[in-house]
């Protein structure tokens, strides 16, 4: 192979026929286009006229020069010019070490390293040199083998999402003797980089491939004064660059869904930008994660911890009546003491459970309705915790005297005690130490807490564990509860200052905070996490791609935080007992640094410079040219303009050839069907394969849009079938999936797509078109091809419709939904199991948004079809019945495209009044 | 030929025949004016009433046998004949077989249409048609349209015919379609013959626009339809000036021999309307009726 600079040739011989051009140029000069004949009738009268000048015309010389061109660039082509020839080989004949970064920094130009890697092993291999791979992530000892067989493993090298700085390990594990290497890097700074460095030059030379480009990383997000703050970070200090962070996390249902984009921006020659971001609680509570947008690197990416929830704590005493006495009211040292760290939630019971707090604070109340009662239990068995505090009228009344509540740790004793007043005998009683399994534990005492009246609690065999603060006598002060997921805590002292001087105590604080935050997890300092064990849930690899890690070992606590991630902690989320916490690749206060090489150490910039074939596009060129030959020929030899025909398909012909010699470049074609259905609505179903169901299915949503244009706003154009596999299905606000037993079922991409699809709001009819002959929990042939088409699909819980559906009422109120058949059953999405009728309104507030799937046999399509003039296609029914069952299945079909349009619009309690006029109640 | 294709020919144009008379009875009806009723005396052949003499008649004009049989003097009357017969010819030569390109008709189509159509309209008008020369003596009847049609249909082999001046009934009329790119002598011969037996008529001249326009450029060789003639030329577009003026010299060559002759010239080009190329006809043939 020869080259000129990045061009080379495969075979250079054959540019030797170039010479020829100039001789082609002459021999093409002298011979005139040929002569056309042309039929003519007033031939008789041109009979002996001369030409007014006698030579003939010469082939112009642009035309001569548009052939030459075409012949320069076939011989060209042929030739086989390759650009970005790799052809400057050494002659070097020793070991070639390839050495990798592998790092997280590196993973967003992963491909393109390992291209670069697979190139400078070819040149190696066909130099016939050995060659060695060594990941300083993962360090393996290297061994020199020939390059064919070490490409085949590239595609198994993979980055990891820690730095490579364990390498006193890495530096044993070189191979003796002499090599060359080319360091890969990946562009960051680490402490060992330059003694493996030295360590490799004693080898022999080092040559560095590195990236321009910057490395991007995100560092943990910090909720500060009611703002996330997110920081990127740059490695190089360029041009002002925005970057966007997607927020990610879920959305009510529990799916994944982008929350948001935040711009952060670097300002020019700065490495650091920050973004901040302002979310009310609910939705900061959803957030997942932080990545950068486009960047695959474990490093662009921060996990976040419950650390940026916000716990909420609802307030409720029942002390109505007594105004003005702020410093008396029970709850007032409770608001000071949790103010500053969490939300605060202020209400009847019944107001705050929908609200899920994280922690109900019941001050002095002894009385529950039995319904709050209710409640409240179901919200413990789901993992609430009740604080409850004593007072006067918990002594006074009833309250787990003779058997234990269900809301309270303990039985207690009528009346409670009071000691250290005037009245009574002994001082008041101080604390005890906590004991090691109680909650406080580690809490410094301060003398200066002492109580004077408490109730006392029954000495039940279960009394003993329940306890986890007493006082100094071990009478119970606090006792505590595990019901379900969740506890009940009960400190038998009032929650202001009359009982006691604990509210007036920074242990209080502490000890609240250690309560509320044993629900789920807070920031920890680094001495709570000594000899705690952590065990992953979630880790992430290189790319920053998450998977699922329980099968991994767990980590010390102390580790977690301090240690830098390696093969044993990955960064990831991790959890001991209730509480869990994210561990990034970066720690808040890490810093990434540009690598720095000495002078002497050849750097070289990782570039596509793969080979590139030019051979391909030069024959193109030449047959465009040609193809420009032969118009122009034509044009000038006036046979251009006699037949407009064949002028016409002459140009067509060229332009044929055009482009399927272009078609390489530009494989992509715009899909008219995709445009239309982009700018208008339009109704589509999912073509089966079986003919007859595909046409009634197309006819049916004919007749479908028809009625809509008709009695609607909505105004479809023609529908059309989607294939599952090739067709995007974002732009159809519904699908219509007649089920026959013989479609296929979709590919695996097909199916990613729908559940996309039906996650974005889209809906899917299935329809088994068997209503007739089966019911939707029979076996049928369709219902079972359902089954097994729709087992890949998310599904939500399904019901059959309920009275009060939304789908009743979004355009007709209709009462069951015919199709072709009038099976009852129809399957939507279940309802919340807690939507309840509210009084006076006719139907309840049910779920929110748009029933993915929709389930019946009622072959709605055949019903609605109708033929290119307007017919019905298929009988429905018999007489005017039929026809009033084919009015009721448009109705149906109407109300199920207004209800993928407008979703919940119309159980806007709004239309009430109007709907209940029209119901006749 | 064998009866195969003696067979296939005929199909063909058998095929063609209908489809031409009802062409040209389409375009005729366009045109029909109504000029029927010519029953009545006037100058003819044929005996049409004795009437008795009136002042003005001169004594020459009694028909003494009739007046013989009594005491009044009668006169004898003829049938009102405008031109008794209609002589047609198309020509049928190769040079007219050529359209410019597939969607126009070519001349020898349009020829034909103008023929036949200019028949049909000249029968119902109670006239006698035939074709130039002794092939299809002028007659009257519906019939004689079928007859007509047929000949019509046959095309003649040589480049340029030349036109028929054959037996030409004294006093008819004539009607020339041609693109008259023959020999200009032939014409000249045949238009004095007619001038020599008072008949009159007209020269229509039929032309594809691209003989008008002669757009052709670069090296070329034409050649005739028929193939017997060919020019070759290494530069046509420097023609282009010689030929016009050659094709205009020619039209005015035919303007003179018609004005001579008393005949009518008229220029038609088969990319403009067949309608308004059959009026301009009709009204010429019409417009000659006092005159003859």
């Given amino acids: 192979m020869s080259s000129l600079g990045t061009l080379g040739f495969t075979s250079p011989w054959l540019l030797v026929a170039l010479i020829s051009l100039p001789i082609l140029w002459y021999i093409l000069r002298a011979v005139p286009p040929s002569p056309i004949r042309q039929r003519f009738p007033g031939v008789i009268l041109l009979l002996g006229l001369k030409d007014k000048e006698a030579v003939s015309d010469q082939t112009p010389w642009w035309l001569l020069l548009l052939r030459i061109l075409a012949i320069g660039a076939i011989i060209i082509g042929l030739a086989g010019p390759v650009l970005n020839s790799n052809s400057n080989t050494s002659n070097n004949k020793s070991p070639l070490l390839v050495v990798l970064d592998g ?166 020659g700065d490495t650091v930008a920050q973004a901040s971001l302002t979310l009310p609680a609910e939705m900061r509570a959803r957030i997942t994660r932080f990545e950068i947008q486009a960047v695959r690197s474990a490093g662009a990416v921060t996990l976040v911890s419950d650390s940026l929830r916000r716990r909420e704590i609802a307030l409720i005493s029942n002390r109505d009546g007594r105004e003005g006495l702020e410093l008396l009211s029970p709850l007032h040292y409770l608001e000071r003491a949790l103010a500053p760290t969490v939300d605060l939630l202020h209400g009847s019971i019944s107001d705050v459970i929908p609200a899920n707090p994280d922690i109900i604070v019941l001050a002095d109340v002894a009385k529950l309705v039995e319904e709050e009662a209710n409640a409240i239990s179901k919200w413990i068995q789901n993992g609430g915790l009740l604080l409850r505090f004593a007072g006067p009228k918990i002594a006074a009344s009833s309250i787990s005297r003779e058997t234990e509540d269900p809301l309270m740790p303990v039985r207690l004793r009528s009346g409670g005690r009071s000691v250290g007043g005037a009245m009574s005998w002994g001082a008041p009683k101080t604390l005890a130490p906590f004991k090691k399994d109680s909650p406080f534990f580690g809490l410094p005492l301060s003398g200066d807490v002492d109580v004077t009246v408490q109730v006392m609690a029954q000495p039940d065999p279960t009394l003993a564990e329940r306890v986890i603060a007493e006082l100094s006598d071990g009478t119970p002060l606090v006792t505590r509860k595990h019901s379900g997921r969740g506890q009940i805590v009960f400190f038998h002292v009032t929650a202001n200052a009359e009982w006691s001087s604990l509210p007036l105590s920074g242990l209080f604080v502490e000890m609240l905070d250690r309560l509320s935050s044993s629900t789920t997890s807070l920031d920890f300092p680094t001495t709570s996490l000594e000899g705690t064990i952590w065990t992953p849930q979630i880790v992430m690899d290189g790319f920053g791609r998450l998977k699922d890690a329980t099968s991994m070992s767990g980590v010390p606590g102390s580790e977690l935080t301090t240690l830098p991630a390696s093969p044993s902690l990955l960064p990831g989320v991790y959890t001991s007992g209730n509480n869990s916490f994210s561990r990034n690749v970066l720690t808040v206060n890490s810093e990434i640094k540009p690598s720095s090489w000495p002078s002497h150490i050849p750097i070289s910039i990782l570039a596509f410079t793969t080979e590139q074939p030019l051979s391909g596009y030069l024959l193109a060129a030449s047959i465009a040219l040609l193809c420009l030959d032969v118009i122009s020929s034509l044009a000038l030899s006036g046979r251009l303009t006699g037949n407009l025909r064949a002028t016409q398909a002459v140009v067509a012909g060229t332009m044929f050839l055009l482009t399927i010699s272009t078609s390489q470049a530009n494989a992509q074609q715009g899909n008219t069907k995709i445009a239309g259905a982009a700018s208008e609505v339009v109704l589509a179903h999912v073509i089966t394969n079986n003919q007859q169901v595909d046409e009634i299915a197309q006819a049916g949503l004919r007749g479908l849009s028809n009625a809509l244009f008709f009695r609607t706003s909505v105004e479809p154009s023609d529908p059309v079938g989607v294939n599952l596999e090739t067709d995007e299905l974002a732009f159809f606000p519904l699908l219509y999936w007649p089920i026959s037993p013989d479609q296929p079922r979709p590919s695996q991409d097909a199916y990613t797509k729908l559940n996309d699809y039906l996650k974005s709001g889209g809906l899917i009819l299935f329809d088994t078109r068997d209503a007739d002959v089966s019911s939707f929990t029979n076996n049928s042939a369709n219902g079972r091809k359902l089954r097994d088409l729709a087992k890949a699909l998310n599904i939500p819980a399904l019901e059959p419709v309920p009275q009060d559906h939304i789908l009743t009422r979004t355009f007709y109120l209709l009462q069951d939904f015919p199709g072709r058949h009038s099976g009852r059953e129809l399957w939507v999405e279940a309802a919340l199991p807690d939507s309840k009728q509210a009084e006076g309104m006719p139907f309840r507030k049910l779920n929110d948004g748009v029933t993915p799937i929709v389930i019946g046999g009622n072959d709605w399509a055949s019903a609605w079809a109708i033929t290119k003039t307007g017919q019905p296609m298929l009988p429905v029914g018999v007489g005017f019945g039929g026809e009033r069952q084919r009015e009721l299945a448009y109705r149906f079909g109407i109300n199920l495209v207004m209800h993928v349009l407008t979703g919940n619009y119309k159980s806007d309690q709004v239309h009430v009044p109007a709907l209940l006029d029209r119901l006749g109640q | 030929m064998t009866s195969l294709s003696l067979r296939e020919k005929a199909e063909r144009d058998s095929a063609t025949l209908p489809a031409l008379l009802a062409q040209a009875e389409h375009l005729a009806t366009a045109v029909l004016s109504g000029n029927h009723g010519r029953r009545r005396a006037g100058i003819g052949d044929d005996f049409w009433q004795y009437r008795p003499i009136q002042v003005g008649d001169s004594l020459r004009m009694i028909d003494h046998r009739r007046s013989a049989m009594g005491d009044v003097q009668f006169v004898r009357e003829r049938e009102w004949q405008i031109a008794q ?58 019939a004689q349209i079928s007859r007509l049609a047929e000949i019509l249909l046959e095309d003649k082999s040589e480049d340029y015919t030349v036109p028929e001046h054959h037996a030409m009934i004294p006093h008819a009329k004539a009607v020339y379609v041609s693109d008259f790119m023959g020999e200009i002598d032939n014409i000249r011969t045949t238009l004095t013959k007619a001038a020599d037996r008072g008949v009159r008529g007209i020269l229509y001249h039929v032309l594809d626009p691209i003989e008008e326009a002669f757009p052709f450029r670069g090296r070329a060789i034409f050649q005739s339809v028929g193939g017997t003639f060919e020019h070759e030329t290494l530069k046509a577009s420097g023609l282009k000036e010689y030929y016009l003026e050659r094709l205009a010299k020619r039209k005015d060559e035919l303007k003179q021999l018609c004005s001579v002759a008393g005949w009518q010239y008229g220029l038609h080009h088969t990319n403009s309307s067949t309608q308004s190329g059959l009026l301009w006809l009709w009204r010429a043939i019409d417009g000659g009726r006092g005159s003859a």
């Fill in chain 2, 85 to 142: 017969s209609v002589m047609i010819w198309i020509d049928r030569g190769a040079s007219m077989r050529f359209a410019s390109n597939s969607e126009l008709a070519t001349k020898a189509d349009r020829a034909r249409l103008f023929g036949l159509a200019l028949s049909i309209l000249l029968v119902r008008g109670g006239e006698r048609v035939g074709l130039a020369g002794t092939q299809l003596p002028p007659r009257a009847g519906s």
């Fill in chain 1, 103 to 268: 790092s997280w920094g590196g993973a967003d130009q992963w491909q393109s390293q390992i291209k670069a890697v697979e190139a400078e092993l070819k040149r190696a291999g066909s130099a016939s040199r050995e060659v060695a791979i060594f990941q300083l992530t993962l360090p393996e000892p290297p061994i020199f083998q020939a390059a064919n067989t070490l490409i085949k493993s590239l595609a198994k090298l993979y980055p990891t999402p820690w730095q490579p700085d364990s390498l006193a390990t890495a530096v044993v594990k070189l191979p003796a003797g002499d090599f060359e290497t080319v360091w890969f890097s990946d562009g960051l700074y680490y402490n060992s980089k330059l003694p493996m460095l030295n360590a490799l030059e004693t080898h022999g030379p080092v040559r560095v491939v590195e990236t321009n480009a910057e490395v991007l990383a995100l560092t943990p997000a910090v909720y500060n004064d009611g703002a996330i703050e997110i920081t990127a970070m740059r490695s190089l200090s360029g041009q002002e660059r925005a970057i966007n962070i997607l927020v990610q996390g879920r959305d009510p249902i529990g799916n994944a869904v982008t929350l948001g984009i935040e711009q952060a921006i670097f300002a020019s």
